[in-house]
Nanobody, 127 residues
Framework: QVQLVESGGGWVQVGGSLRLSCLAS????????MAWFRQTPGKEREFVAA????????TYADSVKGRFTIIRDNANHMVYLQMNSLKPEDTAVYYC????????????????????WGQGTQVTVSS
């Protein structure tokens, strides 16, 4: 049974940093794209970052480029999101997600392709 468990959310001041963690257990032995999404009340889930199974392809939303870094540690079944220079508009519930893919080089950006989701972790950025 696949389980994604996020941790590391919390409250931070504007300009601060947070590192989110996601432990992926029970994953089938096939290629997976791993990603982070976020959601605020009344809005659709928004893509943040994705990394391919091989780790050679990374995609970021324009709103986080240069500030966020997705890190993947396949050996330990972990995915991280390092968030720097945080802004109030980064406030959201952040979700870790996994998508089965045919290529180890594919980083998926569409939420509809992700079949596995964590429970989410709240990030609040306050001035």
């Amino acid at each position: 049974q696949v389980q994604l468990v996020e941790s590391g959310g919390g409250w931070v001041q504007v300009g601060g940093s947070l590192r989110l963690s996601c432990l992926a257990s029970g994953m089938p032995n096939t290629a997976h794209s791993m990603a982070w999404f976020r959601q605020t009340p009344g809005k659709e889930r928004e893509f943040v970052a994705a990394k391919s199974d091989r780790g050679d392809k990374t995609t970021y939303a324009d709103s986080v480029k240069g500030r966020f870094t997705i890190i993947r540690d396949n050996a330990n079944h972990m995915v991280y999101l390092q968030m720097n220079s945080l802004k109030p508009e980064d406030t959201a519930v952040y979700y870790c997600a996994a998508a089965q893919v045919n290529s180890v080089h594919e980083a998926v950006v569409f939420a509809t392709r992700y079949g596995y989701w964590g429970q989410g972790t709240q990030v609040t950025v306050s001035s």
